[in-house]
């Protein structure tokens, strides 16, 4: 049974903030270490349990939020990154497992052994000789300016696939065929499907997005301007110079795994993608 178990929490939502704390203690009189980004254990006067998530070396990470809190979370730890439990307080929480009622009964799940271990691939990306953090959902380029367009071409190996002027170009992962690429038209891709996504964000021409096989290596060549921004998961950014002006994108060697108990792909795509309800705009 892990030992050591690291919480991540949104610390903008009181919510989040009491069950990070509530948790905290439930895993404590289990016998765990419980290690707090330091943001949390600041906010919950913690500090003796602070630690980065950059060497946060735990048997299980617990996150509180949406999407965007695992994301963020998932760009920075060691590798190979422990399993994830993922509690939503975000708004559609595709990632996530449970609702925040459902806590408890979870952590009982996972102290008895009654889960599975879900794995998603991650895009490994470099710029030129710079690597950039591995995306569990998308690397996506675009202009350094507003209502600027991007003139680029794609490559697969050394291949030249397609030229096309557009505001930006997204390269997706299977479970990020389900975040920014999906609202800018691009497929979903089931996960047993061992692929990635290459999506044009409102090109001028007609072009439609490319569904590569896992073991290709895809190049964004920038042609005019030389020069570009490059978002990792919505959160890390880099410039692009005319000096190294074009991005690599390939299956990384590392993976993003998440606890789950009960339903599957089909069943979240439904009720957290597909419904028609309405929801509010941030992602956790």
Not at 10 to 36: P, W
Not at 54 to 79: F, Q, S
Not at 128 to 146: K, M
Request: with cysteine.
């Amino acid at each position: 049974m892990a030992k050591n178990v690291g919480i991540v929490a949104r610390t903008d939502r009181k919510k989040a903030i009491n069950l990070a704390s509530e948790l905290a203690a439930k895993f404590g009189s289990e016998g765990f270490s419980v290690l707090l980004e330091p943001n949390l254990a600041k906010r919950l006067r913690m500090v003796e349990n602070s630690v980065p998530i950059e060497t946060m070396k735990a048997h299980l990470i617990v996150t509180i939020g949406g999407d965007g809190t695992i994301l963020r979370t998932c760009l920075r730890l060691p590798k190979p990154e422990p399993p994830i439990l993922a509690i939503d307080m975000g708004v559609r929480g595709f990632l996530t497992e449970i609702p925040p009622e459902k806590a408890f009964d979870a952590l009982d799940k996972y102290l008895k052994g009654s889960y599975t271990v879900e794995r998603y691939s991650k895009l490994a990306s470099f710029v030129g000789e710079t690597r950039l953090p591995d995306a569990l959902n998308e690397v996506f380029v675009t202009s350094r300016h507003l209502a600027k367009l991007l003139h680029v071409r794609i490559w697969k190996g050394d291949t030249p696939v397609a030229d096309f002027r557009a505001d930006g170009v997204i390269v997706s992962s299977q479970v990020g065929s389900t975040g920014y690429t999906f609202s800018a038209g691009g497929p979903i891709l089931d996960p047993e499907l061992e692929a990635f996504v290459l999506t044009p964000v409102c090109p001028i021409t007609f072009m439609r997005p490319f569904v590569f096989p896992s073991g290709s290596r895809v190049t964004v060549e920038l042609l005019d301007p030389k020069a570009a921004r490059v978002v990792v998961d919505g959160d890390y950014q880099k410039l692009m110079s005319p000096k190294a002006h074009f991005i690599i994108v390939k299956k990384s060697e590392h993976e993003s795994s998440f606890v789950r108990f009960d339903g599957h792909f089909y069943q979240r795509l439904k009720a957290r993608l597909l419904s028609s309800k309405e929801e509010g705009s941030e992602s956790g």
